[in-house]
């Protein structure tokens, strides 16, 4: 797969995009709640501007004309990524949450 596409309008947790962005693959996605979280570890993810099926399609040719989706996730990058959106770590986060909350 050289791109995943996610075309929803609404995620809670978005795993799809979660396991594309863990695997290395750019992503193009609408700007669901939660869409810029998730970027803010993964600059190979790629968010349309709009819900408009027109910025959804400008933004897909954007990564394939500047061959973006070629471009290889750094080592670290991917770790980092995989090791915040872990099992481990959110489950622990959770369980925190709720011995404090």
């Known amino acids: 797969t050289d791109i995943y ?4 309008l609404f995620e ?12 290395g693959i750019h992503c193009i996605v609408n700007p669901f709640n939660g869409a810029s979280d998730i970027k803010k570890y993964a600059e ?6 709009t819900f408009n099926s027109e910025d959804f399609l ?3 040719k ?3 004309v500047k061959k973006v989706y070629l471009k290889k ?3 670290n990058s991917l ?7 872990s099992l ?14």
């Open 44 to 49: 190979w993810i790629h968010i349309s501007e």
């Open 79 to 85: 770790k980092i990524f995989r090791e915040y959106f």
């Open 88 to 101: 481990k770590r959110m489950g622990e986060e959770i369980i925190e949450i709720a011995k404090n909350g």
């Open 12 to 23: 809670g947790c978005p795993l799809g995009l979660i396991e594309a962005a863990s695997k």
């Open 73 to 75: 996730i750094c080592k």
């Open 58 to 60: 400008s933004t897909i």
């Open 62 to 64: 954007s990564v394939i």
């Open 5 to 8: 596409l996610m075309t929803s």
